[in-house]
C-alpha cells in the first residue's frame, strides 16, 4: 500500500519544498496537498487513509491551535506533525502537549526535514530541542473537547453571546448552555470569563511578515 502525507500549508512553494523532503524520506510516498484546513478535513472525510499530516499553524482559516486540536479529536488515528515558521520553545512545546507527533521549523534544512519525516513515518516523535520540558498538564483539559465544543468556545473567545453562537451553529441555545456546561468541566473553570482566559493557551504570537 502506497504511503500517503497530507502536506496542509497555504504556501505552494514551500509544499514544493516539503515534498522534495518526501521524496527523499520515502521515494514511493504520495504527498497529497491543500492549502486550508477545511481542505485536509474534506480529504480526511472522504475516507482516504493518511499516514501522515503535515499542518502548519498558521493556515487562513485556523484560529490558533484550534486545527491542531480538532485534527486529534475527529482523527486520532492519524499522525499529525507540526510544519511551522514559528519556532518559539513555548509553541513547539504546546504542540506537543496538544498531540502533535512532531514540530518541524520552517527554517530547518533539507536535509533536517527530509531526516523528520523519515522519523515521523516511523512513528517517532521529532521536534527541536527543548530548554526544558515544559509542564502541559494543564493542556490536557483541551484535547478531551469535542470539536463542537472547541468551536463554541472559539465563539466565546470572540466574544459572542449564546443566541449568536446557537444562530452561527444552527444549534438550540439550550445545546450551547450544555456545551458550554461541558466546557466548564473540562476546563476546571466556573464562569465564560474564566473559560475566555483559559483559551489563551490556544492562541499563536502574530506571524511575522
Same mark, same amino acid.
Given at each position: 500500500?502506497?504511503?500517503?502525507?497530507?502536506?496542509?500549508?497555504?504556501?505552494?512553494?514551500?509544499?514544493?519544498?516539503? !515534498?522534495?523532503? %518526501?521524496?527523499?524520506?520515502?521515494?514511493?510516498?504520495?504527498?497529497?496537498? =491543500?492549502?486550508? &484546513?477545511? +481542505?485536509? &478535513?474534506?480529504? &480526511?472525510?472522504?475516507?482516504?487513509?493518511? $499516514?501522515?499530516?503535515?499542518?502548519?499553524?498558521? &493556515?487562513?482559516?485556523?484560529? @490558533?491551535?484550534?486545527?491542531?486540536?480538532?485534527?486529534?479529536?475527529?482523527?486520532?488515528?492519524?499522525?499529525? #506533525?507540526?510544519?511551522? #515558521? =514559528?519556532?518559539?520553545?513555548?509553541?513547539?512545546?504546546? #504542540?506537543?502537549?496538544?498531540?502533535?507527533?512532531?514540530? %518541524?521549523?520552517?527554517?530547518?534544512?533539507?536535509?533536517?526535514?527530509?531526516?523528520? %519525516?523519515?522519523?515521523?513515518?516511523?512513528?517517532? /516523535?521529532?521536534?527541536?530541542?527543548?530548554?526544558?520540558?515544559?509542564?502541559?498538564?494543564?493542556?490536557?483539559?483541551?484535547?478531551?473537547?469535542?470539536?463542537?465544543?472547541? !468551536?463554541?468556545? @472559539?465563539?466565546?473567545?470572540?466574544?459572542?453571546?449564546?443566541?449568536?453562537? #446557537?444562530? $452561527?451553529?444552527?444549534?438550540?441555545?439550550?445545546?450551547? /448552555?450544555?456545551?458550554?456546561?461541558?466546557?466548564?468541566? /473540562?476546563?476546571?473553570?466556573?464562569?465564560?470569563?474564566? *473559560?475566555? %482566559?483559559?483559551?489563551?493557551?490556544?492562541?499563536?504570537? +502574530?506571524?511575522? *511578515?
Amino acid at each position: 500500500m502506497t504511503t500517503k502525507i497530507l502536506v496542509a500549508d497555504d504556501h505552494p512553494l514551500f509544499r514544493d519544498a516539503v !515534498k522534495l523532503a %518526501i521524496a527523499k524520506a520515502a521515494p514511493d510516498a504520495e504527498a497529497v496537498e =491543500c492549502g486550508n &484546513l477545511q +481542505e485536509a &478535513l474534506e480529504y &480526511l472525510q472522504s475516507g482516504a487513509a493518511i $499516514d501522515l499530516l503535515l499542518l502548519d499553524l498558521y &493556515l487562513p482559516d485556523v484560529d @490558533g491551535f484550534g486545527g491542531l486540536l480538532q485534527l486529534r479529536s475527529e482523527y486520532s488515528q492519524v499522525p499529525v #506533525a507540526i510544519v511551522s #515558521a =514559528c519556532d518559539e520553545s513555548e509553541i513547539i512545546s504546546k #504542540a506537543i502537549g496538544f498531540g502533535a507527533l512532531g514540530y %518541524i521549523p520552517k527554517t530547518a534544512a533539507l536535509d533536517e526535514i527530509t531526516v523528520a %519525516i523519515g522519523k515521523l513515518l516511523r512513528g517517532e /516523535k521529532y521536534h527541536p530541542e527543548l530548554p526544558a520540558q515544559a509542564d502541559v498538564a494543564e493542556l490536557a483539559s483541551f484535547t478531551s473537547l469535542t470539536p463542537a465544543q472547541l !468551536k463554541v468556545l @472559539g465563539y466565546l473567545k470572540n466574544g459572542m453571546l449564546n443566541k449568536q453562537i #446557537a444562530y $452561527d451553529m444552527s444549534i438550540s441555545e439550550a445545546t450551547v /448552555k450544555a456545551h458550554m456546561t461541558a466546557i466548564f468541566r /473540562k476546563l476546571n473553570v466556573r464562569s465564560r470569563t474564566q *473559560a475566555v %482566559i483559559a483559551a489563551a493557551s490556544l492562541s499563536l504570537p +502574530e506571524q511575522s *511578515a
